[in-house]
């Protein structure tokens, strides 16, 4: 519609200067005067055309740039949540690690004082729990608010009572307290010397 509107203004414009130079150039000096005054009518008419369609296409300008400003800032919040999240994984997995090497070393860290369950250990998912007993494999983490932190539950094996089996949970954090990241490994060490490990990520945040 735009283009259309767009070729009809030129074409107006382009057929009135092209009827004024016709008229201008007649032999004799009859009818100049109303020729220029004619030509100049024609002309304010095709500006008269020109002018909205001016503005339309600065208005759709305008626009697109108020677009593309949006689209910028609601990319860059996603490139920081993602950089904050990624900070947050890669904490709670060196504390998984972590943790994991001191279960298979007998240390102790980050156990809770509670005995082996029959079932999948539930103690992580409450917050008194986990806050209590959480062990802190790293000192410090740069770029996180706090540092990783990590809780290991004893679990009993219907099918395999010789083996012992161990639920670790670990929690990273971002730049944020809201930026967490949770991570869980199913440790099962048999035979004195085989270990299993089954890593899985925490979908939603216990607390």
């Known amino acids: 519609m735009i283009d259309r509107q767009s070729r009809a203004a030129c074409r107006c414009v382009g057929l009135a200067q ?16 109303a020729s220029r005054l004619g030509c100049r009518a024609s002309r304010r008419r095709c500006r008269g055309a020109v002018l909205p369609i001016v503005l339309l ?16 800032i609601a990319a860059a919040r996603s490139t920081v949540n993602v950089r904050d999240y990624l900070q947050a994984f890669h904490a ?20 809770v004082a509670v005995p082996p369950a029959a079932r999948e250990p ?8 986990f806050g209590g007993a959480a062990a802190t494999p790293v000192a410090r983490w740069p770029g996180s608010v706090r540092v990783p ?37 199913e440790l099962v060490i048999d035979d004195g010397d085989r270990i299993e ?11």
């Open 149 to 185: 932190q990590c809780v290991v539950e004893g679990w009993r094996l219907a099918a395999r009572p010789d083996a012992r089996a161990y639920l670790i949970t670990s929690r990273g954090f971002g730049e944020k307290e809201e930026s967490q990241a949770w991570l869980q490994m």
């Open 122 to 129: 539930a103690q992580w998912k409450l917050e008194a729990v």
């Open 57 to 72: 296409i600065s208005a759709m300008l305008l626009a697109t740039s108020a677009a593309w400003f949006e689209a910028s």
């Open 197 to 207: 490990r089954h890593w899985r990520r925490v979908a939603a945040r216990p607390f």
């Open 18 to 33: 092209r009827g004024c130079t016709q008229q201008l150039l007649v032999p004799g000096g009859q009818g100049r005067g």
């Open 92 to 111: 709670a997995d060196s504390a998984l690690s972590l943790c994991a090497r001191g279960v298979v070393v007998s240390t102790g860290i980050g156990a």
